[in-house]
């Protein structure tokens, strides 16, 4: 079975401060995506990594797929309030279906004014 | 445009009962997705239609779980006799064709609460 599996559970941080969540795995995957949840909302794509080694900047966030294709990371530079959600990192199984999602079990990031 | 929504918002109903969930998606795509969200246990898939039928039913829980889609739009999930454990948020996702690497978009989900 293959399980994404994301660090830290929870991080509450201070605005400014720059903060790393990290999204690991034993298997290989094709790709993996990167979502942010707001409460009583569903997940929003924030970005899809493809290439082993791939680095894509989002504004003040930074997102690296890696080389080996098993882990990715999010950086964000000084954090703001509004960063506040839960962050879940998701890929496609490897040989199932093209449509499902395998999602980890998310970062909860608070940030204080 | 439209995005994703889900009815109801919320739902409380007593173990044993029936209960439906709808999930209406973006126009126009031909994937959707159920995905239940429990606390503690992130995003656990459900079930993949493809137009009207499922090719992967492989996440439904139990034969109490069951789902349809009519006219390539709307989806029902079903949950029978429900149980305490049925409890979380149940989110509906929809994609263009269903590829591998395409954006999901999820609507605000079904709280469902079995008392």
């Known amino acids: 079975t293959q399980l994404l599996e994301q660090s830290p559970q929870f991080l509450s941080i201070q605005e400014g401060e720059n903060l790393t969540v990290y999204c690991n795995s034993s298997s290989v995957f094709s790709s993996l995506q990167w979502y942010r949840q707001e409460p009583g909302e569903g997940p929003v794509l924030l970005v899809t990594?493809?290439?082993?080694?791939e680095v894509k900047k989002l504004k003040r966030l930074t997102f690296q797929f890696g080389d080996a294709r098993k882990d990715s990371s999010l950086h964000i530079t000084a954090a703001q309030p509004g960063d506040t959600g839960l962050y879940l990192c998701?890929?496609?199984?490897?040989?199932?279906?093209?449509?499902?999602?395998?999602f980890g079990k998310g970062t909860k990031l608070s940030v204080k004014p | 445009g439209a995005g994703v929504s889900q009815s109801p918002s919320n739902k409380v109903t007593e173990k044993g009962k029936d209960v439906e969930l709808r999930c209406d998606p973006i126009?126009?795509?031909?994937?959707l997705y159920w995905y239940r969200q429990s606390l503690g246990q992130g995003l656990e898939f459900l079930i993949y239609?493809?137009?009207?039928?499922?090719?992967?039913k492989s996440g439904l829980p139990s034969d109490r779980f069951s789902a349809e889609r009519t006219g390539g739009s709307v989806s029902t999930l079903t949950i029978q006799r429900t149980q305490q454990e049925d409890s979380a948020v149940y989110l509906c996702?929809?994609?263009?064709?269903?590829?591998?690497?395409?954006?999901?978009?999820f609507g605000p989900g079904t709280r469902l609460l079995v008392l």
């Open positions: 126009s126009g795509h031909t994937a």
């Open positions: 996702a929809s994609s263009l064709a269903g590829a591998g690497q395409e954006t999901q978009y």
């Open positions: 998701a890929g496609p199984p490897y040989g199932g279906s093209q449509g499902n999602l395998i």
């Open positions: 239609f493809q137009g009207n039928s499922a090719p992967d």
């Open positions: 990594v493809v290439t082993g080694g």
